[in-house]
């Protein structure tokens, strides 16, 4: 069997369970727009096949993922499920909680998941990658439209414009993956002469300054442990892009699919989290509270933002992307077993009882996988390049 | 990298963008208020383009006027127009990086100054009931250098490129039309 009729009949099979997912945990015009995208994706591949140049559409298709959690991040901080609560109750199922976990797991997480692992297929030059770059075109397109649309009746005007603003930029967006699909070319990125020491010098202050700001929000909405993991893996991001990638960056045609399935199972991580929460069992941890709103909005969205737009600077060759790779990197292998280790000894400890489920548990090792494979290949290459 | 700098101002809607509707600790004051953080990164970008001197000068001007201002806000005193002076901070500051002049060391230290010194004061009168006066402090305090440092150490990656003294003075005019529209949201 050819690896197109294999792709066909995984991508149906996997709209139909999405579409009868949609229609379950939504409602019907959700699962009846997911169908209408999964079919006019997979018409347009059908139509188009499989395009010689995928390096010309990974620079249109990394600009999704940050403007699609940019523009949520401006919708929930704005009150947007509060908004589709009172004016759109009707789009959804009955039983549809309003909350702002139900709708960042269902409507953020696993739609930006599907986009970043659809580009680790593109990157890798899949037969799949391509029909997840028409899906992921067309899906940028709705949502754009959906926010620009939807914003008439909500109140907080400005986050609104500014999620207007990003949906807009959305749009812009899928309609230039459409471009690319339709009129193919090959792009390379020109590979920049090795940064200066001085320049190497002005991004670690940079890095710093970020590492002070923003490890100082996460210790005073969820205290030092957080700050332990996120700031302790920040800190051994930078030391390993010191000594390897700052002067020479990656190969982004090897590390950005590996960055892209990284942050897929992260995301998908961190929808567990959300589900499960996990700022609660943090608080219970440190005895200081952390608010569902705060953790969503820093933890599920803004934060990401940077994480997926590391995503587009690596493919670029620039510092920050090289800095947050390695970042991301260290914190999956040193951070993520906290919550097989750490957390749940910690509960033993303040609940009594045995060893049992810490939030964030069953999702926590596998963003391992591709970080692992990640920091062998880095210090391969430089072993290689020392040499040379 | 410039594109990345550009997600900076990403952070202004680290809370609902009240300008200063928060009650917890100082280390997270000037990062809700967008007004403050939009300034404080605009010290440091426009020291990075006054160059020389004004490197550290400028900053600290900033910082140590805040100290300042916060004793004053915490005392209860009363001072007319810190907000308004808070706001213009960040459109007269963008200005500044905008139009690119060489502005003699005091004068661009004294304005700093005087702009720190309406932002401490802010931060001092908004100490939130029950706080520890010395950890919100030092709280504030080291998240304003942060700040400072992050737009020290952007401008100077800007300006490093060859058409970066372009891109600098363009960034200057978005922080004027981010001034602009928290003035209007705000107002």
Redesign the interface.
Known sequence: MSARTTTILTILTIAFTGFAAALILVGTPAAILLLALTTLALAGWLWTGDTKAPTGLMAPYLTVPPLFLAMGSAQFAGGWVTHLQADYAAWFDPDFAFTGANWFVLLVCIPASLVLFGGYLLARNQPAGFFMAWWTALFAVASGVIQIAGAGLWQAQPLALLASGFGLALIFAGLAIVQRLLRPRAASVPVPAPFSTQRRLLWAVLFAAAMVVYGATLFTQAGPLPVIIVVGSMVGGMLGWLLTTSRRPVDPTWAVPLLLLLLTLFYLHVGEETLTDFNGMIATITGKPWADDDFLLLIGLLGPIVWVFAAWSLWHRQALGNFIFWFLIVGMILGEPTHLLIFPIRLMAINGGGYEYASGMYSALFPMIPAIVALLRILSDHRAARLA | ?K??LA?LP??L?????SAHGFG??G??HP?TGPDHMLAMIAVGAWSAQLGGPALWAVPTAFVLAMSLGGAVGMSGLAVPLAEPVILASAILLGAAIAIDRRFALPLAAAATALFGFAHGFAHGAELPAQSDIAIYAA?VL??T???H??G???G??IL?DPSGRSRLRLSGLGVIALGF?LLV?LG
């Open positions: 990298m594109p990345g997600l990403l952070l809607w680290a809370d609902s963008a917890g600790a280390f997270l990062l709280g080291v998240t250098a942060g700040l440092v992050l020290l150490a952007a100077l990656l490093a529209g949201s």
